[in-house]
């Protein structure tokens, strides 16, 4: 991606990647933990041979912090305390200062990792994994709540659609009836019309007969 003209972000999902997999290779971590910081020294000297260290220097910082931190939240057993101990050393050689990274999260991560013994490290990763989880609690619930109100809702919806469905049923019987009542008074209307003017007929043959 350093090399890279343009990148293309596409809407679907190419690869997926599965956790807690003992069978994986990102299982055997542990056992060869230092590859992690070797893979950031080669990354670095291939940046430097490429003549773009000036220009991606911040980037590289984000990402040494952002990388290692992942692999420390997620490393463990025998091997946390020696790597931890490594990544420190490596991150605090980094110079790195606040303004170098994108955002307040990765300046976080920074700190706990640049002032932080491995026991506190883990005391404060376990106070931001209950932390994190208490707040997904209290999302779910906030999130069933509001389910819970719409169906509430839906139902009374529902219940008001079929109240409103019988009355424009009974609007509509009242239409069809009053439509027949026009049409027979439509149909009396003409037959007093025409009544009428046989009337009128009958009237003016009358006339024409008293005036001879």
């Known amino acids: ?77 025998p091997a946390f305390h020696p790597f931890y101990q490594q990544v420190k050393e490596f991150v605090v050689a980094l110079d790195a200062k606040s303004d170098d990274f994108y955002d307040e999260f990765i300046a976080a991560a920074h700190h706990r990792i640049t002032t932080l013994s491995a026991e506190e490290y883990l005391f404060s990763l376990k106070d931001r994994v209950l932390k994190e989880l208490e707040f997904f609690q209290a999302r779910s619930s906030a999130l069933q709540q509001e389910v819970e109100t719409l169906t509430h809702s839906f139902a009374g919806q529902k219940d008001e659609n079929a109240i409103l469905h019988n009355q424009l049923h009974e609007i509509e019987e009242r239409v069809t009836e009053q439509e027949q009542n026009i049409r027979q008074l439509t149909d009396k209307n003409n037959d007093m019309h025409h009544e009428m003017t046989i009337k009128q007929q009958e009237f003016n043959e009358f006339i024409s007969i008293t005036k001879i």
Do not use: P
């Open 1 to 77: 991606m350093l090399m890279a003209n343009r990148i293309s972000v596409l809407n679907e999902t190419l690869i997926s990647h599965t956790i807690n997999r003992s069978e994986s290779l990102s299982a055997t971590r542990a056992e060869s933990h230092r590859c992690a910081v070797e893979a950031l020294v080669a990354l670095k000297a291939f940046i430097c041979q490429q003549g773009m260290m000036e220009h991606r220097l911040r980037d590289y910082k984000n990402y040494v912090v952002v990388f290692l931190e992942w692999h420390l939240n997620t490393i463990s057993g």
